[in-house]
């Protein structure tokens, strides 16, 4: 059996490997245009931080060690030009030589993942993308000539992350995203203060502005004005590298990546594709996705190497986990957003939390705030959201498997999770969440979200703010009076007798003043994640007080 491979690095050598192992005479050739076949490709905005400080240790493995160990066929700076389908034959170019010959397959496997979107600006071809190995060469050999200014172009992942290591490195850095906010995955009031803590560090942030041009000495916006910049760095995103697939005459599927099936067959059944060239079957809906993420490559190309091997195999679709450091905020993401709900005509509730990390009384807990988005009828967890400087990766990768494994929004409440007080809670954080969302569906209490308070205030709703004095001395709702909870039994006099709104500082004094309300007969609703949620939101910004 003889097996082509184009493409290397997660998709393509989990293929080869886990295909060796399976079968020790199948004759494996893994083509790769570039000169590295192996390497951390997520490590890259590391290194040129300083932060990873030797390029060998991103190397993960070598032609000749993947040879020694496997005897496996790796061609380097190998382009592959073409594909005959019919005649299963792959024409290739050696890139060092300049040499074109064929190869014969019994399979093929594509993985040639995905190529940086170059938008059509003047000046853009100065700006350098950050994908390869040899992209991070010249961005670090730029680096080294001690630039003082660099713009970074697009919020997402990679522009964060390279915006992070360039600031590290000394250089005074701009960040320019067209739309109103970074990290697109996350919804509005999750992403101010992703923003927030990169002004924290001196990026300078520009939200709902676009490069119109680059100069050989800055950057043109659309709002008029100029940036310098001694280096531009092109981030804002990729594209399925499917062009040897198109014009092999595979299907390409309505997201403009390689259609496969639930084993990632391509429209020609001895043909397999995978990583962020081929469209994946996401979890909620059923429908073709994509998700650049290595975990998946790597999940995938040992999934094609057992059906090619006529194994027994386990389609997964994907739900989309995600996590990003902003200098010392932790950002992660599962499942769908509130945005993607709504353009799918999608039901949901909103749950904010505002946990600590570990127990409080414990030395060093820090803040975290959590975003569960779920079915109102199902109990369906559609996906979640947190950041924090600790602890939350470990819960979205709880949220992640209660996805995976099906598990409601109220059935959080009866995970057994780990807990000792350097570690957790009594009641964690994703128990946190179990509870509040059975309170919710269940119809124990209502709440309100940050985007509705306008809507409340208009119809002559009454703001009641149960904290501290000197809590509500700080900053509180328009229009709010302070009447702290364990005052209120006392004070219900100076309730006008209709609607009224209650918030706190994250939502849950504001559930016990709303419980309290609603057995004595007013009719109540809690502000979900309270003050601290509204007060990160697009709504706060141009009414805040105190």
Not at 12 to 32: F, K, P, W
Not at 98 to 117: F, K, T
Request: charged share 25%; with cysteine; proline share 5%.
């Amino acid at each position: 059996m003889k097996i082509v491979i184009i493409g290397g690095v997660a998709g393509g050598m989990s293929a080869a490997t886990r295909m060796r192992r399976l079968d020790n005479d199948a004759q494996i050739i893994v083509l790769e245009r570039s000169g590295f076949v192996s390497y951390a490709n997520c490590g890259l905005p590391y290194f040129v931080g300083g932060v990873i400080g030797d390029e060998e240790s991103l190397l993960l493995q070598t032609p000749a060690s993947l040879h020694n160990r496997f005897r496996l066929d790796v061609r380097v700076d190998t382009e592959a030009l073409s594909i005959d389908t019919a005649a299963r034959i792959v024409r290739a170019r050696n890139l060092v030589k300049g040499e074109d010959y064929e190869i014969d397959y019994d399979y093929l496997v594509l993985s040639p993942g995905a190529s940086p979107i170059i938008p059509p600006i003047p000046g853009i071809e100065r700006a350098m993308p950050l994908r390869t190995v040899e992209d991070v060469e010249r961005l670090v050999d730029a680096v080294e000539e001690a630039p003082r200014h660099a713009v970074v172009i697009g919020g997402g992942f990679i522009g964060l992350e390279i915006a992070e290591n360039l600031t590290h490195r000394g250089v005074v850095t701009t960040l320019v995203e067209a739309t109103a906010q970074v990290l697109a995955p996350l919804d509005p009031e999750m992403a101010t203060s992703v923003a927030d803590e990169l002004r924290r560090h001196g990026v300078d942030v520009r939200l709902g502005d676009a490069v119109e041009e680059v100069t050989r000495h800055g950057v043109h916006l659309s709002s008029g004005e100029f940036t310098p910049a001694d280096l531009v760095i092109l981030a804002i995103g990729v594209r399925p590298e499917i062009g040897i697939a198109r014009a092999a005459g595979l299907e390409i599927g309505e997201r403009g990546g390689i259609a496969v099936d639930e084993f990632h067959r391509t429209s020609v059944s001895n043909v397999y594709a995978i990583g962020d060239a081929a469209e994946k079957t996401d979890a909620l809906d059923g429908s073709a996705t994509l998700v650049p993420l290595a975990n998946l490559a790597n999940r995938h190309g040992r999934v094609v190497a057992d059906h090619i091997a006529g194994r027994a195999v386990r389609p997964r679709p994907a739900i989309g986990t995600a996590i990003v450091k902003v200098f010392d905020l932790t950002i992660a993401t599962t499942g769908w957003n509130e945005k993607r709900l709504r353009s799918h005509g999608r039901p949901f509730v909103a749950i904010h939390t505002h946990p600590t990390s570990h127990a409080g009384y414990y030395p060093g807990a820090k803040a975290m705030c959590l975003k569960l988005l779920v079915d109102p009828s199902s109990g369906e967890i559609l996906g979640a959201q947190g950041l924090g400087s600790e602890g939350v990766d470990k819960r979205i990768d709880v949220l992640a498997t209660a996805m995976r494994a099906g598990l409601t929004a109220p059935e959080l409440a009866d995970l057994e999770l780990a807990y000792a007080p350097p570690f957790g809670s009594a009641k964690d954080p994703v128990n946190m969440l179990g509870y509040v969302a059975e309170n919710v569906l269940s119809g124990l209490v209502t709440t309100l979200q940050w985007s509705e308070v306008d809507e409340y205030r208009a119809r002559g709703a009454q703001f009641v703010d149960v904290r501290t004095r000197e809590e509500f001395a700080r900053g509180t709702l328009p229009g709010a009076i302070n009447i702290p909870v364990d005052e209120l039994r006392d004070r219900l006099g100076e309730l006008d007798g209709g609607e009224i709104v209650v918030n706190c500082q994250v939502g849950q004094r504001g559930h016990v003043a709303t419980r309290m309300l609603t057995e004595l007969g007013y009719r109540a609703v809690n502000l979900d994640g309270g003050y601290r949620t509204w007060h990160c939101s697009p709504a706060a910004a141009p009414q805040l007080v105190g």
